[in-house]
């Protein structure tokens, strides 16, 4: 009932930088958080930044002052603008939505929906 595509991707040297977006589509309500994540070869897949609905950030701490997060509510779309990346950011990057949805036959009550995207990958190297 959630849809979550990302783009943004792609191979880029050390020391230099990506965006990736996210936008989530479908019958939502509201989204209470959204978030990358990301997961390198023969890892766990771990959190990266995340943005709630008022705006507070948080970050990995490998990320602070390198990567940014940003989100357009109009939109139900989220950003990650990633700086002086590094080969250890090597990794399949993945867009978190922490939804809400409208429960069928009810009059303003929702209920939790956190969706995925598909992951996009980010390889950084000379």
């Known amino acids: 009932q959630v849809q979550v595509v990302e783009s943004g991707g792609g191979l880029v040297q050390p020391g230099g930088s990506l965006r990736l977006s996210c936008a989530a589509s479908g019958n939502i309500a509201s989204i209470t958080s959204m978030g990358w994540y990301r997961q390198a070869p023969g890892k766990q897949r771990d959190m990266v930044a995340e943005v709630m609905s008022d705006g507070t950030t948080y970050y990995d701490e490998p990320v602070k002052g390198r990567f940014s997060i940003s989100r357009d509510n109009a939109k139900n779309s989220v950003y990650l603008q990633m700086n002086n990346l590094k080969p250890e950011d090597t990794a399949v990057y993945f867009c978190?939505?922490?939804?809400?949805?409208?429960?069928?036959?009810?009059?303003?009550?929702?209920?939790?929906?956190?969706?995925w995207g598909q992951g996009t990958q980010v390889t950084v190297s000379s």
């Open positions: 978190y939505v922490d939804a809400r949805i409208p429960l069928p036959g009810s009059s303003g009550k929702s209920r939790s929906f956190p969706s």
